[in-house]
């Protein structure tokens, strides 16, 4: 593979150490969920990080505006993170404990906050997709300028749902943008062995969308095109947006990634956008040893978010019922409740 060429920073307008500041965060986290998972102190048997697809989280995050709500897939830590998540508290949430985002009952796959525009992270393949769609109609009839944001993945594009919530928005001109984080591999399918036409964008235009595909490299490109988008959408206008990267590692923590060879992956981590954009500002008048002091700083932060996780309370056993009944419904009565209380009557 040909070496990669790094040009520097010429757009004043872009804040670039920003972005950089969030893909390594976003970076360094997932290194830390890893961390947490090989340790046994996650919650569940299963986590999927997004490490090699940050160009897409913190390009298209960087401008989304206070308001505008948003979905993801069960690879969302880094989306979240870059719409200001705090990662003591996802951390927490991933640990299964009480001070986590869902307290502890969402872990990994399923956090939420109402509070940042996350509707809802969800492990069904395209699951999240239509609620964006009732986002949007809502902000429509309102007027409030927000739009809202579907995250999915590559895999999601075979599913049905995806296409009835593209012809819907553009049928109602509603403010929803949908991004598709083509990371190559759905599961261990590779994307060219799942669909004919890889440029994504083509299908939504189809719809009537406004469509565009951008290589995640450089976080710049992706800034560039969500803003565009992001604009058209606040208009009725809803977009696509298809960002190309490569998933470091297996689908989930687990998965050794059989399926793709030592030389693909050795090829596809060279293609590494926060490598590139580190190297973009090293060359430029940040250099190397301000970015030095920033990783550290970066990691230092994350390491304490593992230690809060650690240290945090399991939730009480009796909290299951919390958020699944209204609060003028009285909560459930347990089996060994029941039993101690028939017994008693004995």
Not at 71 to 76: A, I, L
Not at 241 to 259: E, I
Not at 273 to 299: F, H, K, P, W
Request: glycine share 10%; charged share 25%; aromatic share 6%.
């Amino acid at each position: 593979m040909a070496e990669l060429t790094i040009p520097p920073n010429t757009n004043a307008n872009l804040d670039l150490e920003a972005l950089y500041r969030m893909m390594r965060r976003i970076r360094s986290f997932e290194e830390r969920v890893g961390e947490l998972f090989v340790r046994g102190q996650s919650a569940g048997s299963m986590l999927h990080l997004s490490i090699g697809e940050e160009s897409a989280a913190a390009g298209v995050g960087s401008v989304m505006e206070d308001g505008d709500s948003f979905t993801t897939h069960h690879r969302g830590h880094g989306i979240f993170l870059a719409r200001g998540a705090n990662p003591d508290r996802m951390m927490a949430e991933i640990a299964g404990k009480q001070s986590g985002y869902c307290s502890g009952k969402g872990g990994s796959m399923h956090i939420a906050d109402m509070s940042l525009g996350h509707l809802g992270a969800n492990a069904i393949v395209g699951g999240g997709i239509p609620a964006v769609v009732g986002a949007g109609l809502a902000s429509k009839l309102k007027k409030s300028g927000s739009v809202s944001v579907a995250f999915f993945g590559d895999g999601a594009m075979q599913q049905g749902i995806l296409y009835e919530s593209m012809n819907m928005a553009a049928l109602w001109d509603l403010p929803v943008l949908f991004v598709c984080i083509n990371n190559q591999y759905g599961m261990g399918t590779r994307i060219d062995r799942a669909t004919k036409t890889t440029d994504l964008h083509v299908r939504a235009e189809a719809f009537g969308l406004q469509g565009r595909s951008v290589d995640g490299l450089d976080v710049t490109d992706v800034h560039s095109a969500a803003a565009d988008l992001m604009d058209d959408a606040r208009a009725g206008k809803p977009g696509f947006l298809a960002v190309s990267c490569y998933r470091f590692y297996g689908h989930a923590r687990k998965d050794k990634s059989p399926y793709r060879t030592d030389e693909e992956e050795e090829a596809g981590r060279k293609r590494d956008s926060v490598a590139y954009t580190r190297e973009q500002l090293a060359n430029s008048t940040v250099g190397a040893d301000a970015l030095d002091i920033l990783d550290r700083s970066i990691d230092e932060e994350m390491d304490a978010s593992i230690d809060f996780a650690i240290n945090s309370g399991a939730p009480e056993l009796t909290s299951m019922f919390n958020d699944v009944y209204g609060p003028s419904e009285p909560p459930p009565e347990s089996v060994r409740t029941r039993i101690e209380r028939v017994l008693a009557r004995s």
